[in-house]
């Protein structure tokens, strides 16, 4: 039952095998005795997600299930869920309660899933190790030595010890597809827009999009009909056709071109990483797909780039986190100044605080143009190096993460150094594509590999065929550590 | 040395919209406190702002009075600060691209007319209000304001008087009013003035250091505040002294304004176009379309009421000094067009008279146009006197007999008698009773046909047509 599919859990409910109360009782069982030892869960309300059982049982029973009605899903503590505690990974949300459902959440609900919980990040979604999250780090289940990546390191892990059988994520420079990479499951970061951002608390506005986390693309496409839907309280949430996006995963590859941009394939990505990158590349070479050499000569540019714009946003962003209205506020002080100036010192992690002071910086008066205005031109060059690769290939593919998983601790003094597992995925946030990361192997220590495939705009269907395709003639994506 | 004084002003000017301008909540003013304000207002984490299209609409209305232009797409960029009663840490404004550039506003000084141009109007959200009483030692944060939609009007340096400057900010306050874009509140703070001044030696081009002064909530205290920041910056130059750049706010109770900050403590604000909000565009057909719902402009029906009715330009001036006025005057003068002075005179007379005096706008004055109409119609055929209508007017005002002017008149007996037979026959009555006037008359004492007219009319009470009078006893004098 933990390993099985949506699809074959959608079955197993539809068919009366097992209620949605009974597969809800089963994960949340396995979270308590496995989740003391991986923290992947922030948040367990087991009186709400047993209430959305039950009421997913009735929609069952009375024949209005949807297909993914009864199924447990893990929900990043990023969502505000009503009723829930919604923390960001942050003490300063450590008490705030949300008084209302995100845009995705409300999907979900809608489509009678059952919230099993909220899941671990780094906090406000800083970080690709989930060591700066408040409520502790996560451990990787492949090996508890390592980090499972992040910001989405605790929905990572718990697809991953199969905590639960889906999981929602938030990605903004990689944060879906570096934690999925790492924990040998599959992630996707749709076309920046698709995804409503009302109620996904927010780090950086113009690069942050939902997405889900599952241990197949089958999964995925699943969920993503789920997520995908235009939000009129989003002004950046698009307006398009629904589109089932499980509908072309049975294509055959014939004929697709992928781009190996030579840029990716070369220095900085380690051995094992690259063995198990070349060996995915041949099955699909196997799949009749064609490989084209492309360039793309400003991808360099995305992690200084992405390291001045998403602070930049960010430290606007978190302004709201002042202690007046709600969550952490100092307990002690002498005038309105050092209100905020304690509230925000103790409420805030080191890493949140580093990127507001380098986000005020480029922002400044004098820094602005230098900083700000310069990042946003060399935005648009790296957009463009892609609208020129799509004009020889269909879709990209190269490794998702230059190194399998570090070990906890081993890059969180170095922050540079932690900044520099996002250098494949950032481009995909600066230029709005949609990006997915699946498992193809083992590197060091039988760490996962994850291959990334980057789209072009709106070719999430596309992207799911040709992951779909190869995970039927492969088995990573089965595999479970536990 | 001769001093000239250079002015520029900020409006705010808060948009008639019912909702808030990012966020779904009522703009109503009064309500208890943060009962108006949604989780959008009080900018929980994950909420996002949806512009409100009526605050652009409204926008674009000020832009085509003033001939601005448009800006498509113009940009919302955050102004980043700390404040208790600023939710988001950031205020949405517009900064490098706004949504009104340009333009000019007509206004009149001692009949005088003279043109001051705008820089430019840009759409924001107002913050909260922080209520300083004690609530158990703490201050209050009320967020029923926070997000209301404003809509900041900035002028070049152009006025150099602070009449001058009282006269822009009455002329665009009528403006705003006259398209019913903001509904002009300024107790309620609908419209509030920041006024730039700057003094420099007359005769000079380079502007002087300017202070702000914030919160002029009347044009009273704007032309006061004025005059006193004048008068203190050129004490300052005139003992050879330099102005600091600064912002100050007026004390109304001491008639003095005085430093609120420094430009040295001024906030660096980090500008920068807002993620959540995308580029605005308005496309032309839109602009088009709000053009079709513009009333005709104050400018435009000034001219028109002098060219057609013949008025003078203070009497057009002040019969467009709003809409509802400009609307009364139509609808009256529609139905006696010859006597568009006379309708002018009543109104700006008897009729804005009598609304002062109870203290309503002339929406709800109890007379309606088409009832002075038939008031004035009676005074230009000669049935009243322009004395008996006022008496008739007093009783309509007070609502007696429906407030039918004829009814009124035969009530009281106010007809005028303009039958040339009976005032001629009055006329050699009165002749005939006071022959030694008569003869005094003839003698030439001037004084004696006063006393005679005065005869007639205290035998008629009044009644008789004064000009017809005056023409039979001359007459009759002559023989």
Redesign the interface.
């Known amino acids: 039952m933990f390993n099985a599919s949506l699809k074959q859990l959608s079955s197993q409910l539809a068919e009366k095998k097992i209620s949605s109360t009974e597969l809800t009782t089963e994960f949340l069982n396995r979270i308590k005795k496995l989740n003391p030892e991986y923290n992947a869960f922030i948040t367990l309300n087991e009186d709400i997600s047993l209430a959305q059982a039950q009421a997913a049982d009735k929609m069952l029973a009375s024949g209005q299930a949807g297909p993914l009605t009864g199924i447990p899903i893990a929900q990043k503590d990023i969502f505000c869920a009503k009723g829930w505690l919604t923390t960001c990974g942050s003490k300063m949300l450590s008490n705030f309660i949300s008084p209302y459902d995100a845009g995705v959440i409300e999907r979900f609900n809608q489509a009678g899933t059952v919230n099993i919980g909220k899941t671990n990040m780094d906090e406000f979604a800083m970080g690709s190790s989930n060591e700066t999250s408040f409520y502790g780090l996560v451990k990787n289940p492949w090996d508890v030595a390592a980090v499972p990546g992040g910001s989405s390191g605790g929905a990572a892990c718990a697809v991953a010890a199969r905590l639960a059988p889906a999981a929602t994520g938030t990605d903004t420079g990689g944060s879906i597809r570096q934690p999925a990479a790492l924990c040998g499951i599959s992630g996707i970061k749709p076309t920046y827009g698709l995804v409503s951002r009302y109620g996904m608390i927010a780090f950086a506005s113009s690069l942050d999009q939902g997405g889900p986390m599952a241990k197949s693309a089958e999964d995925l496409a699943l969920l993503l009909n789920i997520m995908v839907g235009f939000d009129p309280r989003d002004s950046t949430s698009l307006q398009r056709d629904v589109e089932d996006y499980a509908r072309d995963l049975q294509k055959p590859l014939a004929g697709l071109r992928i781009g190996l941009p030579k840029e990716y394939f070369a220095e900085g990505m380690s051995k094992d990483v690259e063995s198990a990158i070349e060996k995915a590349l041949d099955e699909y070479r196997k799949l009749g797909a064609e490989m084209v050499e492309i360039s793309l000569p400003n991808a360099a540019l995305s992690i200084p780039v992405y390291y001045v714009l998403a602070p930049a946003e960010a430290s606007s962003n978190l302004s709201r986190f002042d202690g007046v209205r709600y969550g952490h506020r100092a307990p002690s002080y002498s005038d309105l100044g050092d209100m905020y100036r304690k509230t925000r010192a103790q409420g805030f992690g080191a890493e949140v605080k580093r990127r507001i002071l380098i986000g005020t910086y480029v922002l400044s008066h004098g820094y602005y143009d230098a900083y700000y205005i310069k990042a946003q031109k060399l935005r648009r060059l790296i957009a463009q190096d892609f609208t020129e690769a799509y004009q020889q290939c269909n879709i990209i593919m190269g490794p998702t993460t230059p190194t399998v998983a570090f070990n906890l601790g081993e890059k969180s003094g170095d922050p540079i150094q932690m900044y520099l597992s996002d250098i494949y995925t950032s481009a995909a946030n600066l230029t709005g594509l949609p990006a997915m990361s699946i498992p193809v192997g083992f590197g060091d220590k039988n760490r996962p590999v994850g291959l990334h495939i980057i789209g072009n705009y709106f070719m999430e269907a596309q992207m799911l065929n040709a992951a779909h395709q190869y995970q039927q003639i492969t088995d990573w994506h089965l595999q479970s550590p536990v | 040395m001769q001093w000239e004084i250079v002015i520029g002003l900020e409006v705010h000017s808060q948009l008639s919209t019912r909702s808030k301008i990012f966020s779904g909540a009522s703009t109503a003013y009064g309500a208890p406190p943060n009962t108006q304000a949604c989780?959008i207002d009080?900018?929980?984490?994950?909420?996002?702002?949806?512009?409100n299209k009526g605050a652009v609409e409204r926008a674009v209305k000020l832009g085509l009075s003033v001939g601005a232009k448009i800006n498509s797409p113009s940009i919302f960029a955050?102004k980043?600060y700390?404040y208790?009663d600023l939710?988001?840490?950031?205020q949405i404004s517009q900064y490098e691209l706004p949504v009104v550039q340009g333009g000019s506003i007509q206004i009149q000084v001692n009949g005088v007319e003279k043109n001051i141009r705008l820089t430019r109007a840009h759409l924001e959200e107002d913050a909260g209000k922080s209520l300083h009483e004690d609530f158990h030692g703490m201050s209050g944060?009320d967020l029923n304001r926070a997000g209301t939609p404003l809509l900041e009007i900035v002028s070049e340096p152009d006025m150099r008087s602070s009449a001058e400057a009282v006269a822009y900010a009455k002329t665009l306050h009528a403006l705003v009013r006259w398209i019913g874009i903001c509904d002009g509140n300024m107790q309620e703070g609908s419209f509030r003035c920041d006024a730039n001044v700057s003094v420099r030696p007359r005769d000079t081009e380079k502007l002087g250091t300017r202070c702000e002064i914030k919160n002029l909530n009347s044009f009273r205290f704007l032309e006061k505040a004025i005059d006193f920041e004048a008068r203190r910056q050129i004490e300052i130059l005139e003992d050879g002294g330099t102005i600091r750049q600064e912002t100050r706010l007026y004390d109304a109770n001491k008639d003095e304004t005085r430093t609120m900050r420094t430009k040295e403590d001024a906030n660096?604000y980090?500008?920068?176009p807002d993620?959540?909000?995308?580029p605005l565009e308005i496309p032309q057909h839109w602009i088009d379309q709000i053009k079709q719902t513009m009333p005709e402009l104050p400018q435009v029906r000034r001219d028109r009421y002098v060219s057609k009715f013949a008025l003078s330009a203070y009497d057009a001036s002040a019969l467009t000094s709003s809409r509802e006025t400009a609307d009364y005057f139509e609808a009256t003068v529609t139905q006696l067009p010859a006597q568009a002075k006379l309708c002018a005179n009543w109104i700006m007379g008897e009729i804005s008279g009598q609304l002062n005096k109870e203290g309503i706008e002339i929406a709800a004055c109890p007379i309606s146009p088409e009832q002075l109409a038939v008031l004035l119609m009676r005074i230009s055929d000669g049935t009243i006197s322009g004395k008996a209508a006022k008496t008739v007017f007093e009783s309509m005002w007070s609502g007696e007999l429906d407030k039918n002017v004829d009814a009124i008149i035969a009530a009281k007996g106010l007809k005028q008698i303009s039958d040339d037979n009976a005032i001629e026959q009055l006329v050699d009555q009165v002749l005939a009773a006071n022959a030694q006037q008569v003869a005094d008359y003839r003698n030439g004492k001037e004084k004696a046909f006063n006393s005679l007219i005065g005869q007639i009319m205290k035998a008629t009470q009044g009644k008789a047509n004064p000009a017809q009078v005056n023409a039979m006893l001359k007459k009759k004098l002559a023989e």
Not at chain 2, 275 to 278: A, F, K, N, Y
């Open positions: 989780v009080l900018a929980l984490p994950g909420v996002l702002p949806v512009l955050r980043n700390f208790p939710p988001k840490g950031y944060i660096d980090r500008y920068f993620p959540d909000l995308l």
